[in-house]
Structure formats: structure tokens, C-alpha cells
Nanobody, 121 residues
Framework: QVRLVESGGGLVQAGGSLRLSCAASGNIFSINDMGWYRQAPGKQRELVATITSGGNTNYADFVKGRFTISRDNAKNTVYLQMNSLKPEDTGVYYC???????????????WGQGTQVTVSA
């Protein structure tokens, strides 16, 4: 069974930094894109950043220059370094793994359970 487990969320003051991690497990052979999404209270989930297996990245305009996504393919782990955090960055951050190939399961996309990030003014 494939699982994604996020960690690293918490409470931070505006201007501070956090680093999120998301580790995928479950006899995985390969993962295509991995990414981070977030959902603020009362709002729809939105894309924050994605990264291909080859390391190509894509960012939402509202995080460009502040957030950095990276991944370790050997560990099936994706990271999100968040700097210069703003109160409007508050929300639940979810990781996603696309087209995961794993033993005994059909290739599919998976989501983590989410980690709360709260930025105080």
C-alpha cells in the first residue's frame, strides 16, 4: 500500500521559515511528478509547486522567490523550503505524488494527509 506522510508544519511568525517534507512508502518503483498544494480555510485547494522526476520545477506566482521545492528520488521524498512566510500562506499543505508505480497496485496518484502551516502577523 502506497502512503505519503508529510511533516514539518507548525506555527511561525511572519518573515520566518519552515521546511516541509513528504515521504512516500510502499514498495515503490517510480514516481513521476511530485508537488505541494495548499488549502486555506474557506478556499479551494491550490497548487504551490511541482517538480518532475528529472528536477524541473514549477511554482505558483505567489510563492516565486520565496519557496523552493526539491526531491530525493532515492528516498521518494519531496521537500518544500518556505522562506519569508506571510500570514496569507496559512493553510493545510498537502503533498501529491503522480503516477506512482508500486508492487501490487495499479499506477495511480496519491495525496498525503496534510500538515498545518500557520503564519502569525
Amino acid at each position: 500500500q502506497v502512503r505519503l506522510v508529510e511533516s514539518g508544519g507548525g506555527l511561525v511568525q511572519a518573515g520566518g521559515s519552515l521546511r516541509l517534507s513528504c515521504a512516500a512508502s510502499g514498495n515503490i518503483f517510480s514516481i513521476n511528478d511530485m508537488g505541494w498544494y495548499r488549502q486555506a480555510p474557506g478556499k479551494q485547494r491550490e497548487l504551490v509547486a511541482t517538480i518532475t522526476s528529472g528536477g524541473n520545477t514549477n511554482y505558483a506566482d505567489f510563492v516565486k522567490g520565496r519557496f523552493t521545492i526539491s526531491r530525493d528520488n532515492a528516498k521518494n521524498t519531496v521537500y518544500l523550503q518556505m522562506n519569508s512566510l506571510k500570514p496569507e500562506d496559512t493553510g493545510v499543505y498537502y503533498c501529491k505524488a503522480d503516477q506512482v508505480a508500486a508492487r501490487g497496485v495499479t499506477r495511480a496518484d496519491y495525496w498525503g494527509q496534510g500538515t498545518q502551516v500557520t503564519v502569525s502577523a
